[in-house]
Structures are given as structure tokens and as C-alpha cells.
């Protein structure tokens, strides 16, 4: 029986998250004997043509080549995961969100004429349907493996509901950024502090992976 072909893309990111695959180092040998790891540009030169059965995916969108790329890539996998902050809520180059484009461009490259950016940079839930949102920066990389492995097993992956912050906070432990930072930067902190990401997002979207798991073998 054929493997299930896994795919990992790469949009506007750092590589992080598909490095922290990498540092799987003793369970990487198992997952490529247990799935075809069919396209992986940062690991293996080789690419086995799709479709394919899951597709790790890390970035943002942020240029047009990409919102059309990504386009194609739904087309063709059954299982789409997006990998880490920058896929997930679109990390930081979506701060340019946040001001015009053009006038960062103009401050960082002496040649902005040559850029081919999109106005924002966006998550990839904002251009096609995202199975699972897998957050973090990086990725944390049991947590990846665990969703592959889940689908594999063709279960839902056993992942938290909240962010390591929780952990540290039902210790006991005070939030240093905020007692030790002067009173303005805690001030605005806590103004802020209600726009943040909601961080049910792993758990809302691995609720509804009931559906999506049942398209698998
Ligand atoms: S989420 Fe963080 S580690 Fe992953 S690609 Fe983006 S910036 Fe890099």
C-alpha cells in the first residue's frame, strides 16, 4: 500500500518552524518510514508530484505570487495545517499591516521598484480553508508530529487548549515583562491586552477535525 504523501511548504517566514521539524532528529526517521515526505524543499532536493494527503504549511501570504500559490496548493492536498505564527495569524511582517507598505519599503531597500509585495501579509486561513491551526513561534515540534501522527491513525491529535503562558501563570509565577517594564509600557499593555489572538485556536479548529479526518484512508 502506497505511503501517504506528506507535503511541507514554505511562504514568507523565517524557516523556523520547518527547522523545528527538522530538530525532530529521533522520531524524523520513523515519519519518513511511516509517510512519504513527497515535498520538503528544506530537507531533500527530490520532489514526488502531488496530490497530496497532508500539507504542513509555513508563512504568511505577502506577495501576489504567493496568494496564487497557495491557491494551487489547496487544490492539491486533502489536509491542510497551518504550521506556526506566522502561517496562523501572520507574524511579523504582518506589523506592516499596520502602515503603508510603501513607506517601509522606501526606508529598507534602495530599489523598492523591484519589490512585488502585497499591501498586507495575512494568515492562510484568509485565502483558503485551513484544517488545523497549529500555533507557535516556532512551531512546537511534538505537537506537529502529533497531528501527523493523528492523522495517520486517522484520530483527532491530542493537543492543549491554551498557551504555555497558562502553565507558567497557574504556578504562580508573576508576568515579568509587566512588573518589571515602567509604568507606561504596563499601561499599555494592558490596553491592549483584549485585542490579542484568541488562543482557542487550536482547540476550536482541532474540534472540527472529526469531519475533515474522515477524508483520509
Ligand atoms: S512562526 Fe516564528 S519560527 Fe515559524 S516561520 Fe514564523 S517567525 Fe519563523
Not at 15 to 28: A, K, R, T, V, Y
Not at 64 to 75: D, G, L, N, T, Y
Not at 132 to 158: F, H, I, M, S, T
Not at 180 to 187: C, F, H, R
Request: contains cysteine; negative net charge; charged residues 20%.
Amino acid at each position: 500500500m502506497a505511503k501517504p504523501k506528506v507535503a511541507v511548504y514554505k511562504f514568507s517566514s523565517c524557516d523556523g518552524c520547518q527547522l523545528s521539524l527538522l530538530n525532530l532528529e529521533d522520531e524524523l526517521l520513523d515519519l519518513a518510514g511511516a509517510v512519504e515526505l513527497a515535498y520538503f524543499l528544506e530537507a531533500r532536493s527530490k520532489i514526488t508530484p502531488g496530490p497530496y494527503d497532508i500539507a504542513l504549511v509555513e508563512g504568511s501570504v505577502s506577495t501576489p505570487h504567493e496568494a496564487e500559490r497557495i491557491q494551487e496548493i489547496r487544490s492539491n492536498v486533502r489536509f491542510l495545517v497551518a504550521l506556526g505564527t506566522c502561517a496562523t495569524a501572520g507574524g511579523i511582517q504582518a506589523l506592516r499591516n499596520f502602515t503603508e507598505k510603501d513607506d517601509l519599503a522606501f526606508m529598507v531597500y534602495e530599489h523598492p521598484e523591484y519589490l512585488h509585495a502585497l499591501d498586507t501579509s495575512t494568515p492562510i486561513s484568509e485565502h483558503v480553508t485551513v484544517d488545523l491551526d497549529l500555533w507557535g513561534c516556532p512551531v512546537n515540534k511534538y505537537q506537529a508530529l502529533e497531528v501527523v501522527v493523528a492523522l495517520l491513525q486517522n484520530r483527532k491529535p491530542y493537543l492543549p487548549n491554551h498557551a504555555v503562558c497558562l502553565d507558567c501563570k497557574l504556578d504562580g509565577n508573576p508576568y515579568r515583562w509587566l512588573t518589571a517594564s515602567p509604568a507606561w509600557v504596563q499601561s499599555l499593555a494592558l490596553a491592549v491586552a483584549p485585542f490579542a489572538p484568541a488562543r482557542a485556536g487550536v482547540a476550536t479548529a482541532a474540534s472540527g477535525l472529526g469531519p475533515a479526518l474522515k477524508c483520509l484512508p
